[in-house]
């Protein structure tokens, strides 16, 4: 079937039953993610990979990805700036656009002198295994000129559901049938050959990789077995680092 026919749009039925169960319920390691999306949805495998593959192209689906808990590779926290109003903007464009480890960087707005609200800069800050966040803190002040951060590193994290598709149908006050699961950050160390499979694992799939049997590929690149990728991707998921299997839509957002 041409893509050029086929409907990507939100509203399609088919499209919605798909990205109701992509976007954000399949949770850990999937062997074979799209035969599990069509199973959950009860649309046939072949209809499910065209209808992705499609989305994707047609830029419906930002993303299609195996995402991580990045808190466990990493040190990472929110962190809070005070910076003079005439560097503001400045200070922004460098945290944005020249520094790798910054992200979520955002300019508060308040029209009242409230509790923190002389912090007019936001951004979340992780830095590698082995390296200081502290330093580079400091660094990242010097550079902006700021006077002054606080680094708030989480206690305590839950996974966000970004479901676009399954939130239309929740009535205001709806609540899951069980309580999210509280997870603690922990940095996880890993070896070569984690790493090797992390590596390929995490990179996001483009339209023509969109296959029932993604991972032969995958394990290819990383220069190992199947059987071995599996293995090493099923024991990070044991260890915490493997968040959940999604299709992101151009209308979400997400923490992840």
Same mark, same amino acid.
């Given at each position: 079937?041409?893509?050029?026919?086929?409907?990507?749009?939100?509203?399609?039925?088919?499209?919605?039953?798909?990205?109701?169960?992509?976007?954000?319920?399949?949770?850990?390691?999937?062997?074979?993610?799209?035969?599990?999306?069509?199973?959950?949805?009860?649309?046939?495998?072949?209809?499910?990979?065209?209808?992705?593959?499609?989305?994707?192209?047609?830029?419906?689906?930002?993303?299609?990805?195996?995402?991580?808990?990045?808190?466990?590779?990493?040190?990472?926290?929110?962190?809070?700036?005070?910076?003079?109003?005439?560097?503001?903007?400045?200070?922004?464009?460098?945290?944005?656009?020249?520094?790798?480890?910054?992200?979520? =960087?955002?300019?508060?707005?308040? #029209?009242? $002198? %409230?509790?923190?609200?002389?912090?007019?800069? +936001?951004?979340? @800050?992780?830095?590698?295994?082995?390296?200081?966040?502290?330093?580079?803190?400091?660094?990242?002040?010097?550079?902006?000129?700021?006077?002054?951060?606080?680094?708030?590193?989480?206690?305590?994290?839950?996974?966000?559901?970004?479901?676009?598709?399954?939130?239309?149908?929740?009535?205001?006050?709806?609540?899951?049938? =069980?309580?999210?699961?509280?997870? #603690?950050? $922990? %940095?996880?160390?890993?070896?070569?050959?984690? +790493?090797?499979? @992390?590596?390929?694992?995490?990179?996001?799939?483009?339209?023509?990789?969109?296959?029932?049997?993604?991972?032969?590929?995958?394990?290819?690149?990383?220069?190992?077995?199947?059987?071995?990728?599996?293995?090493?991707?099923?024991?990070?998921?044991?260890?915490?680092?493997?968040?959940?299997?999604?299709?992101?839509?151009?209308?979400?957002?997400?923490?992840?």
């Amino acid at each position: 079937m041409s893509t050029i026919s086929v409907p990507v749009q939100f509203d399609d039925p088919i499209n919605a039953a798909i990205l109701a169960v992509s976007e954000d319920t399949l949770q850990g390691f999937q062997l074979d993610p799209f035969g599990e999306v069509a199973a959950r949805s009860e649309v046939d495998l072949e209809t499910v990979l065209i209808r992705v593959r499609a989305m994707l192209e047609a830029g419906t689906i930002r993303r299609v990805r195996q995402t991580l808990m990045a808190t466990n590779l990493a040190h990472g926290a929110l962190v809070a700036w005070q910076i003079p109003e005439d560097r503001l903007s400045a200070a922004f464009d460098t945290m944005y656009q020249n520094d790798p480890f910054s992200g979520h =960087v955002v300019i508060r707005s308040t #029209d009242t $002198a %409230i509790t923190g609200s002389t912090y007019r800069l +936001w951004t979340t @800050l992780k830095v590698p295994q082995g390296f200081s966040m502290r330093k580079h803190a400091d660094y990242l002040k010097a550079v902006t000129g700021a006077t002054h951060y606080r680094i708030m590193p989480a206690k305590r994290l839950f996974a966000l559901g970004v479901g676009h598709i399954r939130r239309k149908g929740l009535t205001v006050g709806s609540r899951a049938e =069980v309580p999210a699961e509280i997870i #603690d950050p $922990a %940095i996880v160390l890993l070896s070569e050959l984690d +790493w090797k499979v @992390l590596v390929a694992l995490k990179r996001e799939f483009e339209p023509s990789e969109i296959e029932r049997y993604l991972w032969q590929a995958r394990a290819d690149e990383a220069g190992v077995s199947l059987e071995t990728f599996e293995a090493v991707a099923q024991s990070l998921q044991e260890r915490k680092v493997i968040g959940r299997w999604n299709t992101l839509s151009q209308r979400q957002e997400t923490l992840e």
